[in-house]
């Protein structure tokens, strides 16, 4: 039971984070003009990368804390408040907005969005990092971190998907449902970044 509520909350966190609906007007524009074998190409560099970077830090982002010399419930406080800042632009559109912009300045009919900005910042920003840290802070042992892992897996997988169904996407939902999608997302976001910080003081208070 324990582990499939981790399962549930690291699968969560993460698919709010990266928000692939959202990415789906973004993929759609810079990818616009390629052939689907091409669409297809830049969609699985992107989701390679971005599950590398992943990985990195789940596994080795504990040990950058420790080198610093950050504590724990520091961190689970302040990437709290970032995911909150994140969800707060989720709900009032701030968020696309960044999106967009990091996008266009990298649109260039030469250049291979697969690694930037799709695969960074895109995918895997910021506030994907800090929660990745902080999942693998709060997992239990090696099961925990493989759970979580394993949800990373899956969320770049519905990235992947999303892309490829992307014109579909579009087409279906709409500017209007997109933004319903994204600020659904935001609200979720804005909980778990509530009890990330409800965490770490309680955490902070124990080691007190």
């Known amino acids: ?117 799709l695969g960074i910042p895109l995918i895997v920003g910021p506030g994907l990092i800090t929660t990745l840290i902080l999942l693998a802070s709060t997992s239990e042992g090696a099961l925990g971190l493989a759970v979580v892992a394993a949800m990373a897996i899956i969320n770049i997988g519905i990235v992947f998907v999303t892309f490829l169904a992307a014109p579909s996407i579009g087409k279906l939902l709409g500017t209007t449902g997109l933004n319903v999608m994204t600020r659904l997302l935001g609200m979720f976001l804005a909980a778990l970044a509530v009890q990330f910080i409800l965490d770490g003081i309680r955490s902070a208070n124990l080691m007190g």
Do not use: K, N, W, Y
């Not at 080795?60 to 406080?77: E, H, K, M, Y």
């Open 1 to 117: 039971m324990l582990t499939t509520t981790a399962a549930i909350t690291a699968f969560t966190t993460i698919f709010v984070m990266i928000d692939a609906p959202g990415l789906t007007p973004i993929f759609l524009s810079m990818t616009h003009g390629m052939s689907a074998a091409h669409r297809r190409l830049v969609a699985i560099r992107a989701c390679l990368v971005s599950l590398g970077l992943m990985m990195f830090f789940l596994f080795l982002g504990q040990a950058v804390l420790d080198f610093i010399g950050i504590s724990i419930p520091a961190f689970r406080i302040a990437g709290g408040v970032l995911l909150f800042l994140t969800a707060l632009d989720m709900l009032f559109e701030r968020r696309q907005t960044r999106r967009r912009t990091s996008a266009e300045g990298a649109l260039d009919p030469s250049h291979d969005p697969s690694v930037f900005p």
